[in-house]
């Protein structure tokens, strides 16, 4: 299994950006079934949940992001997306999907004030 992360970059204060992840070497049946998650860690710090979506389709984000970031998916494309808007300095860190436990390559997210 492999991911791959993008959509990171630059951004000022109140911005959005659109991260992806694409999941390579899984079947429809087992993407469908496993926890789907994005994580984020700033340098000296724990890498910390920023949403998940589980096999039975419930959402679950972190109280710093909600009503401002949203987590999808699509299965046929074996891809989630993590939607942020407005965004706010403290989001500044590398993004991470993860997929079982599989993790993506990470990619940075910067947003200036």
């Known amino acids: 299994v492999q991911l791959q992360a993008s959509g990171g970059g630059s951004v000022q204060a109140g911005g959005s950006l659109r991260l992806s992840c694409r999941v390579s070497?899984?079947?429809?049946?087992?993407?469908?079934?496993?926890?789907k998650a994005w994580y984020r860690q700033v340098p000296g710090q724990v890498r910390e949940l920023v949403a998940e979506?589980?096999?039975?389709?419930?959402?679950n984000y972190a109280e710093s992001v909600k009503g401002r970031f949203t987590l999808s998916k699509d299965n046929t494309k074996r891809s989630t997306y993590l939607q942020m808007t407005s965004l706010k300095p403290e989001d500044t860190a590398v993004y991470y999907c993860?997929?079982?436990?599989?993790w993506g390559q990470g990619t940075l997210v910067t947003v200036s004030s």
């Open positions: 993860r997929f079982g436990l599989s």
């Open positions: 070497g899984t079947i429809l049946s087992v993407f469908w079934s496993k926890t």
């Open positions: 979506i589980t096999g039975d389709g419930a959402i």
